[in-house]
């Protein structure tokens, strides 16, 4: 049940999200057991955000994950974030924080996991 939600300063054609989703989908399987057959992505483009004061080009995204990960597989997924949206929306990987939340209770189709 991963999701990540990614906030993205600049705009971005419909070209652009459906790559950067796609990415994520592959991402994703940098943490043990997880694909993209449950992931849920949000990608909000044009957002006002300002980083150190300044409104250059950047991001914050938050994954959310059910269960937990170790930090080198958090860390793999990091980079990979960030280099998918220096590539896709050249906003640069020190202008982008990755937030991770570990969830034991995650509802889905009418049930609880």
């Known amino acids: 049940m991963p999701y990540i939600d990614a906030n993205v300063s ?4 419909d070209e652009k999200i459906e790559k950067i ?3 994520f ?7 043990p057991g997880k694909s993209e057959s ?3 992505v949000k990608i909000s483009d044009g957002c006002n955000l ?3 004061g300044d409104s250059s080009p950047a991001a914050m995204c938050s994954v959310s994950i ?3 990960a170790d930090d080198q597989s958090c860390e793999a997924l990091t980079k990979e974030i960030c280099d ?7 906003i640069p990987s020190s202008r982008t924080y ?5 969830v034991d209770t995650w509802g889905y189709n009418g049930f609880l996991f």
Do not use: H, N, P, W
């Not at 998918?84 to 050249?90: C, G, S, V, W």
């Not at 990755?98 to 570990?102: E, I, L, N």
């Open 38 to 40: 449950y992931l849920m």
């Open 84 to 90: 998918i949206l220096e590539r896709e929306a050249d």
């Open 98 to 102: 990755v937030k991770f939340r570990f």
């Open 50 to 52: 300002f980083f150190k």
């Open 25 to 31: 989908g592959k991402a994703i399987t940098l943490i």
């Open 21 to 23: 989703k796609s990415d």
């Open 66 to 68: 059910f269960g937990s």
């Open 10 to 13: 600049v705009k971005l054609d």
